[in-house]
């Protein structure tokens, strides 16, 4: 069964096809033969015995001791006007060695069974010659009798006609289940691709149920899904973003009364806290803000990138950038301009030198951030890139940040309909790679 499974169909409307047409085609068969093995073959042999027992009896009487030349011919004659059988003699000619099949070997196998069940003398016959007549010799004394029959008389010829309405009704059945299948199907394909699209974090407003009762409420459960995701994604960045306010007001007057304190170490120490928070606070609301509700764009992916390196290296960051030409690309700048950001900044944070490759592979974009640091154990990469987990035995635990600059690319990278994945850097440290749909 695993075998079969394999070389069957994996689409839905191939899957419906095979299950409505194939049946119908088997159905088909089984009448095609039940025709040909019963009624067409008793006709047909019914058919040959009748000829065989005509030409037996012209054998017969050609064999007759009062038979003359005289009377053959009368006979003859009659057999054709009557018979519709052509009879000729051929005096010193014997049978045939060799004679072609017909395609239908149903066909010779039953005029075999006839003309040896009637006839004693060896016979020989012909069925596909003549496309409308069987050619029959019989040996007899001093020559061959020959016979030419008319080929309806011999056998059912109207098989074929059957066979061609059994095929047209069956390619005509085919054809109203495409028809009807295509159209149930491509709400389906809708769906899915609206799904896809929502996945990527695009717009799928033109997206409309349609199609059968339980595909419409797929359709509506996805609608409903969709509009509670969204009012979750907006409530949470609301959410932050009044934390933010709200936080921002005290660390703003806790500076105004660090400003106007005497200069001192706790002082000092003091501000260092409230820029820390400050950062602290910056990552959650990046975190939670995600794609936050801009649009994707179609945008040059090489051109963003490049900006965003070129502000590292305005920070006195080493950042070497390879791209191959513009990559055009369906994105939402902010959000990736963001997790290239935290990507080059944690490149920069564990390493000395980082490098950011821009490229197109067959099916694919692809942004690729490196860099010389410490790196990850491979075993940890999933660990890595889940939120606020900083990885303190594999990294400095004294570095700044709350552990999302990870968390946040995959967040961006995911609501693109794309992911990222962590290996080993040649320069020795991580290799981060945002994979995106081409």
Same mark, same amino acid.
């Given at each position: 069964?695993?075998v079969?499974?394999?070389?069957?169909?994996?689409?839905?409307?191939? %899957?419906?096809?095979?299950?409505?047409?194939?049946?119908?085609?088997?159905?088909?068969?089984?009448?095609?033969?039940?025709f040909?093995?019963?009624?067409?073959?008793?006709?047909?042999?019914?058919? $040959?015995?009748?000829?065989?027992?005509?030409?037996?009896?012209?054998?017969?009487?050609?064999?007759?001791?009062?038979?003359?030349?005289? *009377?053959?011919e009368?006979?003859?004659?009659?057999?054709?006007?009557?018979?519709?059988?052509?009879?000729?003699?051929?005096?010193?000619?014997s049978?045939?060695? $060799?004679?072609?099949?017909?395609?239908?070997?149903?066909?010779? %196998?039953?005029?075999? =069974?006839?003309?040896?069940?009637?006839?004693d003398?060896?016979?020989?016959?012909?069925?596909?010659?003549?496309?409308?007549?069987?050619?029959?010799?019989?040996?007899?004394?001093?020559?061959?009798?020959?016979?030419?029959?008319?080929?309806? %008389?011999?056998?059912?010829?109207?098989?074929?006609?059957?066979?061609?309405?059994?095929? &047209?009704?069956?390619?005509?059945?085919?054809?109203? $289940?495409?028809?009807?299948?295509?159209?149930?199907?491509?709400?389906?394909?809708?769906? *899915?691709?609206a799904?896809e699209?929502?996945?990527?974090?695009?717009?799928?407003?033109?997206?409309?149920?349609?199609?059968?009762t339980?595909?419409?409420?797929? *359709?509506?459960?996805?609608?409903?899904?969709?509009?509670?995701?969204?009012?979750?994604?907006?409530?949470?960045?609301?959410?932050?973003?009044?934390?933010?306010?709200?936080?921002?007001?005290? #660390?703003?007057?806790?500076?105004?009364?660090?400003?106007?304190?005497?200069? =001192?170490?706790?002082?000092?120490?003091?501000?260092?806290?409230?820029?820390?928070?400050?950062?602290?606070?910056?990552?959650? #609301?990046?975190?939670?803000? &995600?794609?936050? $509700?801009?649009?994707?764009?179609?945008?040059?992916?090489?051109?963003?990138?490049?900006?965003?390196?070129?502000?590292?290296?305005?920070?006195?960051?080493?950042?070497?950038? #390879?791209?191959?030409g513009?990559?055009?690309?369906?994105?939402?700048?902010?959000?990736?301009?963001?997790?290239?950001?935290?990507?080059?900044?944690?490149?920069?944070s564990?390493?000395?030198?980082?490098?950011?490759?821009? %490229?197109?592979? =067959?099916?694919?974009?692809?942004?690729?951030?490196e860099?010389?640091g410490?790196g990850?154990?491979?075993?940890?990469?999933?660990?890595?890139?889940?939120?606020?987990?900083?990885?303190?035995?594999?990294?400095?635990?004294?570095?700044?940040?709350?552990?999302?600059?990870?968390?946040?690319?995959?967040?961006?990278?995911?609501?693109? &309909?794309?992911?990222?994945?962590?290996?080993?850097?040649?320069?020795?440290?991580?290799?981060?790679?945002? =994979?995106?749909?081409?």
């Amino acid at each position: 069964m695993a075998v079969l499974r394999r070389f069957l169909p994996k689409g839905l409307f191939a %899957r419906t096809l095979l299950i409505i047409v194939l049946p119908v085609a088997l159905m088909q068969v089984a009448v095609a033969w039940s025709f040909f093995e019963e009624h067409w073959e008793t006709v047909t042999s019914r058919l $040959s015995e009748g000829v065989a027992g005509d030409i037996a009896m012209m054998v017969r009487l050609y064999e007759a001791e009062e038979e003359t030349p005289e *009377a053959f011919e009368r006979h003859s004659e009659m057999a054709y006007e009557t018979m519709r059988l052509s009879v000729d003699f051929r005096p010193g000619e014997s049978l045939p060695t $060799s004679r072609r099949t017909s395609f239908f070997r149903t066909l010779d %196998r039953t005029l075999r =069974s006839a003309l040896s069940a009637q006839i004693d003398n060896p016979v020989w016959f012909d069925t596909t010659r003549y496309p409308s007549y069987v050619d029959v010799r019989v040996e007899v004394d001093g020559g061959v009798l020959r016979f030419i029959a008319l080929r309806e %008389r011999v056998f059912a010829t109207t098989g074929h006609i059957f066979l061609l309405w059994i095929i &047209g009704a069956t390619c005509l059945l085919t054809a109203v $289940s495409v028809v009807f299948i295509r159209n149930q199907v491509k709400p389906i394909r809708r769906l *899915a691709d609206a799904a896809e699209q929502f996945g990527r974090g695009q717009d799928v407003a033109h997206f409309r149920p349609a199609g059968a009762t339980e595909v419409r409420q797929a *359709a509506h459960a996805f609608l409903e899904m969709r509009a509670r995701i969204r009012r979750h994604l907006e409530q949470r960045t609301a959410l932050l973003a009044g934390v933010s306010h709200d936080l921002r007001t005290p #660390l703003t007057r806790l500076k105004l009364q660090l400003a106007l304190m005497p200069e =001192s170490p706790e002082r000092e120490d003091a501000k260092k806290d409230l820029a820390e928070m400050e950062e602290m606070l910056d990552e959650y #609301l990046d975190f939670a803000r &995600g794609q936050a $509700s801009e649009e994707t764009e179609r945008s040059d992916l090489v051109a963003l990138a490049r900006e965003v390196v070129d502000n590292a290296v305005r920070q006195e960051g080493q950042v070497d950038f #390879l791209a191959d030409g513009p990559i055009e690309t369906e994105i939402r700048p902010g959000p990736m301009r963001r997790a290239l950001g935290n990507l080059i900044g944690n490149a920069l944070s564990y390493g000395d030198k980082a490098r950011v490759i821009v %490229r197109r592979t =067959s099916t694919r974009v692809e942004i690729v951030v490196e860099d010389n640091g410490p790196g990850i154990p491979e075993d940890q990469y999933e660990e890595a890139l889940k939120p606020f987990n900083r990885l303190d035995e594999s990294r400095n635990q004294n570095r700044k940040g709350v552990g999302l600059g990870l968390a946040i690319a995959r967040d961006v990278a995911r609501n693109h &309909g794309g992911d990222i994945r962590l290996e080993t850097s040649d320069m020795g440290g991580l290799k981060a790679t945002i =994979s995106l749909p081409g």
